[in-house]
């Protein structure tokens, strides 16, 4: 980076404060060091493009937009340089825009990187917390003088805000992930005392050191206060619950003013995002220059998953873990020795088959919820077909089980019911008296419901086909599923309102189901989307109701209860084949070789953010301009 005119924060070279936090279990774990800025002379460590603004008095100096403690952030692999836009594709825009979150997460700490589960979480816009000593109190410490990207102070109220007024109000719909994961059960928050500006604390009525890991994975954990008050109605009477829910989608303009690296500059539904550098973020790097590195991130619509796959390939956008998978890898290798990408990969879960176990249709329901059945569905699926066809053999057949990667799995019950044997299914319906009775090639419950279901799968390159063998799979044992392909958002708002009796997604919250939780079980009106009902009129079977108990009391466990637990839930779910999985596999990433700092080996999975924050794009640079 060009060094020009010093620029002294202060007489005194600031020391960057990283304070240790007290970890589950009365025992207390030091996180992994974190790194600290140099004690030198700040030389223009800002982006010339803000130097410029400080220089017309658009902005305040440096010294004054960043916090006395910012968090320093080693790079991946160097010390970046400024300037350059990033660009990524995205196959469609959702309706409030994720991919904006998903740049940074703005919790109260953050994982590890590139692997999240690696270690014990880090500081973040909290520099220190501590629990009591039963784990029922956690006080956070909020890091001071961080500031919104309006250069409005960030503080405790902001916080308040938005668990009060967003997260704890039933009518506002804010619906960024994770966020259920604040509930100590069905839509309660614990109890939040403001101690100063910058310190609150939380109540639990049990011990809760493992929300220091659900709390991780949620993008944002305050809203500013100061721009959305006054649209909300409970401090606004003119104001309306439409009115304030338009105003916090981010493409609506709240995403001008974030904590994230880059703010909203425009977001056009059908063609592109673009979002600028934030003036006021709080995090530097090991040499003292702010970050991002990049003046700008743009996302382009390109329609759907082959338009980013072909983007990245061809070095239109620079990095994606999101929308390319295996369907892609054969083009990436075919296109890697002719141009500037590295492929990259994430172990990650592949297709499910969620059963709707409070499906509409009486009959439907009666079949999903006859275990047999699904024993049956599961060994009739041939997983090493599939994996040879779609996978390029790097499919390991799973069954209804945790991850190969969590604490939590053991082989012999990740196994269950994976194997392709027809027969073992076919006698299994037979022992429980499921026979075609009347001829007609499906069969039929003891009480006469026919095994036919309505499968609602959305339009995907890779899962549309599998879904096609799937049927052939299950026909050849007397069980009939009929396809409803419809565009992914479609499918999406049936899944998620329940309109499905069968339903296909990615296999999600498998690494660490317990931050994920109401994926699994329902700690929230409403979740999990495939038992919405389970709240209100009970659960679907005695053994779903052992295994909601065993993961809803995990957490409040220390760690080696806690994997004992949850491997005596995964077991029974094994054993009961509450949702089918065909497998884990190497999905590819890809990523232009101009791009520094990114990591090609990560995880992808949605408890620990999905595909960017493993990736840290506002400490990735550009090496050289694109061609």
Known sequence: MKRNKKIFLSSVAILLLICTAAFAGGKREEPAAEPTAAAVEWTRNEAPMLYEMVQRNEIPALEDRLPANPLVIKPYEEVGTYGGTFRRGTGFFMADEWLASHIDGNSFWRFQWPFPGSGPVLPNLADRWEFNDDGTE?????????????????????????????????KVTYTWYHTANFYIQERQLPGIERIDDYTLKFSYPEPAFFVETMYAPICEIALPAHILKEHHPKYNSSSTYDKFNEQIVFANGRGKVTLSAWMLESFDADAKMAVVRNPYFWKVDTDGNQLPYFDRMEVFVTGDRQGVALGNATGKFDNDAMWVGIQHLSLFLEEEAKRDITIGYSIV????????????????KKVIRNTDFRRAFSLAINRKELGRVFFYDTLIPMGSSFSPNSAYFEEEVGKMYSEFDPERAKKILDDAGVIDRNGDGIRELPSGEKCELIWSVYEHDLYTPMSEMVVEYLADVGIKLVLNVKHQNIIMDQLWTGLFELGTYDYANHDEPLAGLDWWIPITAGKPFWHKNAGTVGLFSSEYAEFAKLMGSAKALPFDQRVATVKKANKIMAENVFVIHIGFYRRPNISSNRIGNLPHAVTRIDEFGSDAPPFMYYQTYEKYPRK
Do not use: C, Q
């Open 349 to 364: 879960g592949g297709m499910a088959i969620y059963f709707n176990y409070d499906a509409d249709d009486a009959e439907a």
């Open 138 to 170: 956690l006080t956070i410490h909020l890091r001071e003088g961080v500031k919104w990207s309006d250069g409005e102070p960030f503080t405790v109220d902001d916080v308040l805000f938005f668990l009060n007024d967003v997260v704890g109000d039933e």
